[in-house]
């Protein structure tokens, strides 16, 4: 089992609509979890974190954790051609101290 | 600088042969981070320092790979008699302390292609 899974996609989108990207995790002592943005030859950044079960929004982004079932989202509403990208889960194992771990991400292509 | 540096951009390289990839860090972030990117896939832990000393080094695939950070700012990694499996996107991040390091700022990569 990977310790991180995403569907690689490519999720399809149309402008307009909610993009729901999906994560689970192998640790179960992750306390922290973080998305990242990676647009096609360009470096990660950052979009958000997550510490605690439930939902965290911020602006169009929602995260979602559920730590029992080890499952992670982010949800985009009203989702944009600019959000096209690839979208990075990187849980913060306990075991693995100060080092995110991330899945191989989800392909989001957004429609106009 | 503004942000994470990393130099060069590009190398290609011939199999066997020594290279350098160079990482300047936000100015003031003590965190450093090498991580490599191939194709497909997501970053792949390769070392951390916290100042000058290598926190953790347990991601670097071999004693083929070395990293240095000699002054708690620039830092290099080392790649010895390179091989084609080693061609990917060398990416350096920075953190202000390392704790919590989801704040991690991203340099651009070098991409190493070994012939």
């Known amino acids: 089992q990977k310790e991180v899974e995403q569907n690689s996609g490519p999720l399809s989108v149309p402008e307009g609509a909610i993009a729901s990207l999906n994560c689970t995790y192998s640790d179960r002592g992750s306390q922290s979890f973080f998305w990242y943005r990676q647009y096609s030859g360009k470096s990660p950044e950052l979009i958000m974190s997550i510490y605690s079960n439930g939902d965290k929004e911020d602006g169009r982004f929602t995260a979602q954790l559920n730590k029992a079932s080890q499952y992670v989202s982010l949800l985009i509403r009203d989702s944009q051609p600019s959000d096209s990208a690839t979208y990075l889960c990187a849980p913060l194992p306990m075991e693995y101290g100060n080092k995110l771990v991330f899945g191989a991400g989800t392909i989001l292509r957004v429609k106009s | 600088g503004a942000g994470v540096s990393q130099t060069p951009s590009n190398k290609v390289t011939e199999k066997g042969k020594y290279v350098e990839l160079r990482c300047d860090p936000i100015s003031g972030h003590t965190a450093l981070y090498w991580y490599r990117q191939s194709l497909g896939q997501g970053p792949e832990f390769l070392i951390y320092f916290q100042g000058t000393g290598a926190a953790d080094d347990s991601g670097l695939p071999n004693d083929r790979f070395f990293a240095v950070r000699p002054e708690g700012s620039v830092s290099t990694l080392k790649i010895q008699r390179t091989e084609r499996g080693d061609s990917a996107v060398y990416l350096c991040?920075?953190?202000?302390?390392?704790?919590?390091?989801?704040?991690?700022?991203f340099g651009e990569g070098s991409r190493l292609t070994v012939l």
């Open positions: 991040a920075s953190s202000l302390t390392g704790i919590g390091p989801g704040e991690l700022f």
